[in-house]
């Protein structure tokens, strides 16, 4: 009797996990969909046959593997610590509870999944100027950009107003690493926490969305390389090179003229690194802090003002540091709003994603 009663917890954890897992099965059955398409994708425009996913590994594995589960549990435990007092050690329990195990083990699976399909979007990414031999659309890109904004490409109003080195240094800081944590936390969060299961399904359907069709589908039909790389797509070098001689105050390579360079370097030579790939419209930055924001104001009007205002700051960041035509983000934020809604409509309830799981896919 003992033994079985001390088994118990253990079973209740492996039952939880498989649950979650066959819940999680059209996720693991996407991914190796879109991943074979990739491969075929590449192989028929004639590439090397070398993919990415090597590259995305290691770093990937870090982030979600060790630094992202620390951080999570590591505020769980903080959290209980600060807010109870004598009922601590039930509260400990409930944070570590078997249904909480269970949904960071199968959330560290789909992180694993997550890693394949950055991977298999990157190989097709990099790919894509295989379709056109080059990138065949910057001119008009930039052109409608001039047109939308009075006569004069944007980046220079954005200067104008706040051309400090201050400025662009909190810009690049917060494009890149700020950005990152918030997206990529806000996938790992919904995929190890049960407290995000009403809205799981709908949150990973518009992750995939917005890599897959922002990224890859439309990316493809449109393809532009942005401002950073006008002068090299197009041949003229004048019509963005006082924006590319304020960047390149800054040439470190973690710094947006640096990893410009860099991943310009990569295309010339056809490497497959990690975060390889050009191309700018539509804007996958501007795509999927959109969604979050989205997601954030379905729980709070204040905090869904507050994420969309900082949607306007990604979109004005991506035209001050070269990387995208205003165009990019306009077009990706309707793309994703739309895309939003739809698919909610499709779940017709918030609690849509809590009955398919329980149904087990």
Same mark, same amino acid.
């Given at each position: 009797m003992t033994a079985?009663? $001390?088994?118990?917890? %253990? &079973?209740?954890?492996? $039952?939880?996990?498989?649950?979650?897992?066959?819940? &999680?099965?059209?996720? !693991?059955?996407?991914? #190796?969909?879109?991943?074979?398409? @990739?491969?075929? #994708?590449? !192989?028929?425009? @004639?590439g090397t046959g070398e993919t990415a996913h090597a590259? %995305?590994?290691?770093?990937?594995?870090?982030?979600?593997?060790?630094?992202?589960p620390v951080i999570a549990l590591g505020f769980d435990a903080i959290r209980v610590i600060v807010r109870l007092d004598h009922r601590r050690p039930l509260a400990f329990r409930m944070v570590f509870s078997s249904e909480r195990m269970a949904s960071m083990m199968a959330g560290m699976i789909m992180m694993a999944g997550i890693v394949l399909f950055m991977g298999t979007f990157t190989t097709i990414k990099?790919?894509?100027?295989?379709? #056109? &031999? @080059?990138?065949?659309? &910057?001119?008009?890109?930039?052109?409608i950009d001039r047109m939308l904004h009075f006569g004069v490409d944007p980046w220079r109003w954005l200067h104008g107003v706040a051309g400090s080195e201050?400025?662009? $240094?909190?810009?690049e800081f917060n494009y890149g690493t700020i950005w990152f944590i918030l997206c990529f936390g806000g996938v790992f969060f919904v995929a190890t926490s049960p407290k995000a299961d009403t809205i799981r399904i709908r949150y990973l359907v518009m992750f995939m969305v917005c890599w897959m069709v922002v990224g890859n589908v439309l990316a493809g039909a449109f393809l532009s390389a942005?401002?950073?790389? %006008? @002068?090299?797509?197009t041949g003229d070098h004048g019509r963005f090179a006082d924006l590319l001689a304020l960047l390149s105050q800054n040439p470190d390579t973690a710094s947006p003229y640096g990893y410009q360079r860099y991943l310009w370097a990569?295309?010339?030579?056809?490497?497959?690194?990690?975060?390889?790939?050009? $191309?700018?419209?539509?804007?996958?930055?501007v795509a999927l802090i959109t969604m979050n924001a989205l997601f954030v104001a379905e729980r709070s009007r204040l905090l869904?003002?507050?994420?969309?205002?900082?949607?306007?700051?990604?979109?004005l960041s991506s035209v001050y540091l070269g990387w995208h035509y205003a165009i990019d983000g306009y077009i990706s934020i309707a793309l994703v709003v739309s895309g939003h809604f739809l698919v909610r409509r499709m779940f017709r309830t918030g609690d849509a994603g809590r009955h398919v799981f329980a149904k087990g896919g």
């Open positions: 079985q009663v $001390s088994a118990r917890p %253990y &079973d209740v954890l492996l $039952s939880n996990t498989r649950d979650r897992l066959l819940g &999680d099965a059209w996720f !693991y059955y996407a991914v #190796f969909f879109y991943t074979a398409f @990739g491969l075929v #994708f590449v !192989y028929l425009l @004639g590259a %995305y590994a290691e770093p990937l594995f870090k982030v979600f593997g060790l630094f992202m990099i790919s894509l100027p295989l379709l #056109f &031999d @080059g990138f065949p659309h &910057d001119r008009l890109h930039a052109d201050i400025v662009r $240094s909190m810009l942005g401002p950073a790389f %006008y @002068g090299e797509v990569l295309y010339q030579n056809d490497i497959k690194a990690f975060g390889a790939g050009i $191309s700018a419209f539509p804007s996958v930055h869904g003002g507050l994420a969309f205002v900082y949607v306007a700051l990604i979109v």
